[in-house]
């Protein structure tokens, strides 16, 4: 399954310039594990690295224009850094599979003469099999919408060969003099520059390296869940998936049962063994055709319906159900899932994070943030990032597993998120970076 390798933003509201794992022109940088938990205080930007991932997703469903209006954000003005005039930008750094050579893309979105957002410059880079150093080839080069787009899936260019001009590259190909270039090349102008190039070109099979890359964005589940939406009864009808509020989480139920009966009832005991104070976990089905969800709690004779049950069960749930999708979402991005939950739950809750995303069958990539110790406490060092307020206001980060005192800590057996509580993972501490 694909794996985000490394991501940087840009210009992102306290955001200013912040990587996280490898990029491709900074290999000596770890890349990013299976399971990656930003932990931080109160204000250090941990909602906004979340919204980075659901302002690029959102930015390839609607365009720019409209995911700078999206989920409270007011604008590209709002969003952009204070005292920055420079665009947002994004670059994402993964491979489809463990095998495949990494793929860059890069994003700059920026405002016009009429202070509308539209996308400055779209680029995707990727070295060609057997190239091991130097610039990986592009094979999509895009400057306010027009540009140049590599066919197939070996195809690019070498920009170490020379100054590179886009515009003359895009004039020779036309005239036929960049005979080597021409045979693989497209020029292409897009319709409106505030969609993003891979909107469009990712629906065609003859860029097969862009098209992956679209369905994995498309794949990215971002959670919103809300537990008084979760609670409500939705209209009778399976579907597959989880949305991103759980709203759905009776049609999902149903989908379970129709589609795999006798894994959704190992499901529900398993689930009901992970929930204190569960039994059993069943359905019933309402006259109209909906799935009720039953929790038979210990102590009690007749069941509670989930339209009774504690915000903290159902979010428990609606987590353990997401985790066991059969075709689970390529990346899993959950912000402070601590949030109504026991305490004592929620080392198991990371546990099954990280054997989720660790597992065989090749489970999602999971993205946390948290500011909750009892959480941290499940975690190596290695998979905790840390997000903090720098001298100038704006956000730094930095690997818990960098600081190699604290690293060592760690290997003789005390807790990570105890040592993040005593403030030992304080950069302004002697022992820390």
Known sequence: MAKIEGFRIKNFRALKDITLGQLWNQQNAEPLMPMTVVIGKNGVGKSTLFDAFGFLADSLKSGVEEACDLRGRSGFKRIRTQGQDGPIEFEVYYKEDGNARPITYEISIDVDNTGRPFVLKERFRQRRKGQSRG?????????????VVWKGDQEGLDEERGNFDLFGLMESIKTGEAKEESRET????????????????????????????????????????????????????????????????????????????????????????????????????????????????????????????????????????????????????????????????????????????????????????????????????????ILEKGADGYSIIRRASDDKIVKNMVAEGLPLGGLWYSDYLDARLPNAF
């Open 135 to 147: 610039r990986p080839f592009s094979f999509l080069i895009l400057n306010s919408g027009k540009g």
């Open 186 to 385: 497209e020029i292409v102008e897009l319709e409106d520059k505030r969609k993003l190039g891979i909107a469009t070109l990712g629906a065609l099979k003859q860029h097969p390296r862009i098209s992956a890359f679209r369905k994995f964005i498309e794949g990215w589940y971002l959670s919103y869940f809300a537990s008084d939406a979760a609670r409500g009864l939705s209209l009778a009808g399976p579907q597959k998936h989880l949305n991103i509020h759980g709203d759905n989480l009776g049609n999902v139920v149903q989908f379970m049962e129709r589609e795999h009966p006798k894994r959704f009832q190992s499901i529900l005991d398993r689930i009901a063994e992970k929930i204190p104070g569960i039994d059993r976990i069943d359905t019933e089905k309402t006259n109209d055709g909906r799935l009720l969800l039953r929790f038979n709690d210990k102590g009690f004779d007749d069941p509670f319906y989930a339209q009774q049950m504690s915000d903290g069960t159902l979010k428990v749930f609606a987590y353990l159900l997401l985790l066991e999708d059969p075709s689970p979402p390529p990346f899993l991005c959950i912000e402070e899932p601590e949030n109504g939950l026991y305490h004592k739950l929620l080392e198991s809750l990371a546990v099954e994070f990280r054997e989720h995303a660790t597992g065989r069958k090749g489970g999602s990539q999971v993205f946390i943030t948290t500011h909750q110790p009892y959480f941290v406490d499940a975690l190596e060092p290695d998979e905790v990032w």
